[in-house]
């Protein structure tokens, strides 16, 4: 799945940086207002010299069709583009497309490659996609260790479903000594974010923790919750 608030969001956050650009910001506020005719009419120009910001641009209108007929092909082309000069949200996006094959003959090692690279620059769907990735062998050699590393960073930047799989991980002991606290931690994380599953994972986990395991859960909770 595309992330397309996220770009949205870094979008707004290059026309504030861009501010001696007009041309980026017209096509900006073009953008916010649905006219999107005159925002590929602006950024097309500036991605074709290079503008990282307009590059993605492109890539979520051809993405989603916004403006243009929707072409996977072109928006990897677009997100190509400015993964290469290293943002974040492009290379996410492309390890989207590729583990996917949309517009692209699939190629899982492609897509790992583009997700590993999103995740080390902490984007937290690529941490968790490339910790699927892991845990299922899938263009990447299988490895739980890794698997959970991945889910740990994405659930530490409150992804919601990472913290789920990791209440589930520890409390069924998969690739690591089952811990009824921990699952109790990551479960309650997700279960504050409003995840049902997560919810009820816990009323059962809290009928098998002992008063001491309860207690011990509930103190790693409130000092998560102290971190800024």
């Given at each position: 799945m595309y992330n397309v608030f996220a770009l949205f969001l870094m979008l707004i956050?290059?026309?504030?940086?861009?501010?001696?650009?007009?041309?980026?910001?017209?096509?900006?506020?073009?953008?916010?207002?649905?006219?999107?005719?005159?925002?590929?009419?602006?950024?097309?120009?500036?991605?074709?010299?290079?503008?990282?910001?307009?590059?993605?641009?492109l890539g979520l209108m051809y993405a989603t069709g916004k403006g243009v007929l929707a072409d996977d092909t072109e928006a990897e082309k677009w997100y190509r583009m400015a993964a290469e000069q290293g943002n974040a949200l492009a290379q996410y996006n492309l390890g989207v497309i590729y583990r996917n094959g949309r517009g692209v003959v699939r190629d899982p090692v492609e897509g790992a490659k583009?997700?590993?690279?999103?995740?080390?620059?902490?984007?937290p769907e690529a941490?968790?996609?490339?910790?699927?990735?892991?845990?299922?062998?899938?263009?990447?050699?299988?490895?739980?260790?890794?698997?959970?590393r991945w889910y740990e960073q994405a659930g530490a930047r409150g992804l919601v479903v990472a913290q789920a799989a990791l209440g589930s991980i520890y409390s069924g002991g998969v690739g690591v000594p089952?811990?009824?606290?921990?699952?109790?931690?990551?479960?309650?994380?997700?279960?504050?974010?409003?995840?049902?599953?997560?919810?009820?994972?816990?009323?059962?986990?809290?009928?098998?923790?002992?008063?001491?395991?309860?207690?011990?859960?509930?103190?790693?909770?409130?000092?998560?919750?102290?971190?800024?």
């Amino acid at each position: 799945m595309y992330n397309v608030f996220a770009l949205f969001l870094m979008l707004i956050c290059y026309s504030a940086m861009s501010s001696a650009s007009a041309d980026f910001d017209g096509g900006m506020a073009a953008f916010q207002q649905g006219s999107y005719d005159a925002a590929l009419k602006e950024w097309r120009l500036l991605a074709e010299a290079g503008h990282v910001g307009a590059q993605v641009g492109l890539g979520l209108m051809y993405a989603t069709g916004k403006g243009v007929l929707a072409d996977d092909t072109e928006a990897e082309k677009w997100y190509r583009m400015a993964a290469e000069q290293g943002n974040a949200l492009a290379q996410y996006n492309l390890g989207v497309i590729y583990r996917n094959g949309r517009g692209v003959v699939r190629d899982p090692v492609e897509g790992a490659k583009w997700y590993k690279m999103a995740a080390a620059q902490g984007v937290p769907e690529a941490q968790f996609n490339l910790g699927t990735m892991y845990e299922n062998g899938e263009g990447v050699a299988e490895s739980h260790v890794e698997a959970l590393r991945w889910y740990e960073q994405a659930g530490a930047r409150g992804l919601v479903v990472a913290q789920a799989a990791l209440g589930s991980i520890y409390s069924g002991g998969v690739g690591v000594p089952k811990n009824y606290v921990t699952a109790y931690l990551w479960w309650s994380l997700a279960e504050s974010q409003g995840h049902k599953i997560a919810e009820k994972n816990l009323e059962i986990l809290i009928s098998q923790m002992t008063a001491a395991e309860k207690e011990e859960g509930d103190a790693l909770v409130k000092n998560w919750r102290r971190k800024p």
